[in-house]
């Protein structure tokens, strides 16, 4: 599972912040840590917990203080962490996900959702993850090639694309 991950990830921090300065690069990447620390083990293991998303926090608001830029650009990743349980639907598996207040051991978690899933499902969230990442290409306009540049050079989606901008030449009400 890729690209239900990025185009998920991305259209829900989208539609719960409608933040234009969130480096949705970042949500995209963080989205995919917790398959890529597993992956190697098998299986659920701590890459899947909401212990090590909040950790991956903390350690991003210590490391950043007094740079809020930095701290502002660098909390997309356990942002995009968090968004992967909730895609893979790991919250459903309380032994990992409140991982550990249930007990230290987490063998015999099972494997990855993302591979565990009868391959129908799996190919419904694929083909939603790229309608979600084509939703955001016309939504942000990434068609051109200014815009397209600067998504790919900062993550942003330009401060027009707000909740109060305008999008794709309707004009914002005032």
């Keep these: 599972m890729f690209f239900w991950f990025l185009g998920g990830s991305w259209v829900l921090v989208w539609a719960v912040l409608h933040d ?5 690069r970042l949500v995209m990447v963080g989205a995919l840590i917790p398959d890529i620390v597993d992956a190697p083990f098998g299986g659920l293991r701590l890459g899947h917990t909401l212990a090590v998303s909040v950790a991956v926090l903390l350690v991003v608001m210590v490391a950043t203080r007094g740079r809020r830029r930095s701290r502002r650009r660098l909390l997309a990743l356990p942002i995009g962490m968090l968004v992967h349980l909730v895609l893979d639907g790991v919250w459903m598996d309380t032994r990992v996900f409140w991982w550990p207040f249930g007990g230290w051991s987490l063998a015999g978690a099972g494997g990855l959702p993302s591979l565990s899933h009868p391959l129908a499902l799996t190919i419904v969230e694929e083909v939603a993850g790229v309608g979600c990442l084509a939703w955001c290409w016309v ?15 900062t993550g942003r989606v330009g401060a027009d694309m707000g909740p109060r901008g305008g999008t794709a030449g309707i004009p914002s009400p005032r």
């Design 20 to 24: 234009p300065s969130v480096d949705y």
């Design 139 to 153: 939504r942000f306009r990434l068609t051109e090639p200014a815009r397209r540049s600067a998504f790919l050079h």
